[in-house]
């Protein structure tokens, strides 16, 4: 099961399969391939795929796979069936029939370029990034300048960690081909990862110039200006990219962006209707709920319902997005019934929090290529679900304005004898205010990093004088803690018996033991600031989540510090400095 527990999960997908090359269902593709129908020795299919092709054209894959299987039924050994077939699998979003189907086209066509580049795109799609890599340097061994080859190799090694090697060879190519939009646009996407905003600008600008049609090279300089907390400049240019001739996982990629764009800058009713985006079948990264139950739509009458909300992204957001269930619990009034699904850990929490939702635990694997999100222990019983929705999903019903948003401090509840249990153990300890500390997201790949400061920057904090700082944080953290013995002079204190990272009814309860918590956002953070836990939040500047305002609006206790520059943390650090002295400093 992936561990993906941060509540910026949200996100925009910034993974390298955003600058792919080429597509399967391009116009240009089609256009070949409608070509290669003329050399078919079995002239009963031809027809068939030609209306086949028309249908991927029209975005109708369902339509095109039932005329390409009919054709194969005449004809099993038509190689460029197959590859349509393939094409038409991939269109729909089944990466595991449509890898099957290049195979075979590949068997049968195996000088068939185009099935070799197709199939080396789906790998990357897929995750599946050594294959790919293998695949595409066969293609570049028969077409050693093809500048898609290229650029999707680059992508299938650095999405192996091989950063260094990915961005030497497109700059090398590069040096040689300099007219190539799409590989400065991927270059950009690289020396973004590695923090080098400037530069990352610079390309995405030159591959504009280049092509100033590019759709996704303005996607890509709306993640960096949103990542960069510039919301606005970030809008412009994803509705800029929605003007263009996109594929369809591209627009619904976009139209989320744009949501969370929109967020940001306090568009709220608008921001929730994009952000459905991702929950589109086109959109690659989206999630895919194994549940065949009716969905319910936006609108849709609550009241009497048996619903089932399913809870989404990271394991922050979980608990984000659980703040509406007091609001969805009187919707359905005494007659409804609310079914939650949530990770594992959060199970016990949750049920103890809202003593009338049934929850359950979901699951979440990776199947051919798609994130699928399994409720095995709902799909042995016999309870009957009316309808299901992914939670955030009934955002734009209940938070259309900030205002909706409830001055409700604390949702969830920790068990009581474990924070006076956490109580006596903190009270046993040395003397002064209890203050957690949060530094750092388990997930910090794909350049994640850059949206927490480094742990040095701690240092003004953790000076501060009369205060027991006490680890919240879960993963390894032992470097940290030696940097604060070895540098700072500061001891943080390690709750004992407790796994940081397992524990979550634990953590909560043991955040609501403390005086104060101070960090950035992720899983522990949000399950402190959704018990009621003082909290001060460190937060990347504009992050959509404050939703155009200078607080919180999520959890009303919470005061929010966030650098006026992008990344420039030091102010930031100094002014929760000082508030940390005048309030708590010198206490005991």
Known sequence: MPDVDTSSASRPALDGATNLMGSSASSDALTLL??????????????????????IKAHQPEKAAALALEALGIDERCGIGWHILAISQEAGGDFATALNCYEAALKLLPDDLEVLSNLGRLAIRMGMHPIAEKLILHFLSRKPDDVEGVNNLAIAIQSQGRQPQAIALLRDFISRHPTHASLWNSLAGMLKEEGDIENARMFYREALRLNPRLGRVRYNLGCLSLDTG???????EFESALRRPLA????????????????????IA?????????????FSEGMVVALKAPKWRPGLPLSGASLLLVAEQGLGDEVLFASLLPEVLDSLGPEGRLTLAVEPRLATLMSRSFPTVRVEAHGTVRASGRLVRLLPTLEESDFEIGCWAPIASLMGQFRRRVEDFPQRTGYLQPAPERVAYWREILASGPGGPKVGLLWKSQVLTGGRSRFFSSFEAWEPILRTPGVVFVNLQYGDCEPELQLARDQFGVEIWNPPGIDLKQDLDDVTALSCALDLVIGFSNASFNLAAAAGAPAWLIAPKSVWTTLGTDRYPWYPQVRVYQPEAYAEWGPVMARVAADLAREFGGAG
Request: charged content about 25%; aromatic content about 4%.
């Open 248 to 267: 369809a996982d591209e627009r619904a990629m976009i139209t989320m962006s744009q949501g969370l764009a929109q967020l940001a800058i306090g568009r």
């Open 34 to 55: 409608k070509g290669s129908l003329q050399d078919q020795r079995n002239r009963q299919v031809v027809p068939l795929l030609e209306r086949a092709l028309a249908h």
């Open 270 to 282: 608008l921001g929730w209707r994009n952000y459905e985006a991702r929950n589109d079948i086109n």
């Open 230 to 236: 510039d919301p606005h400049t970030a809008l412009r």
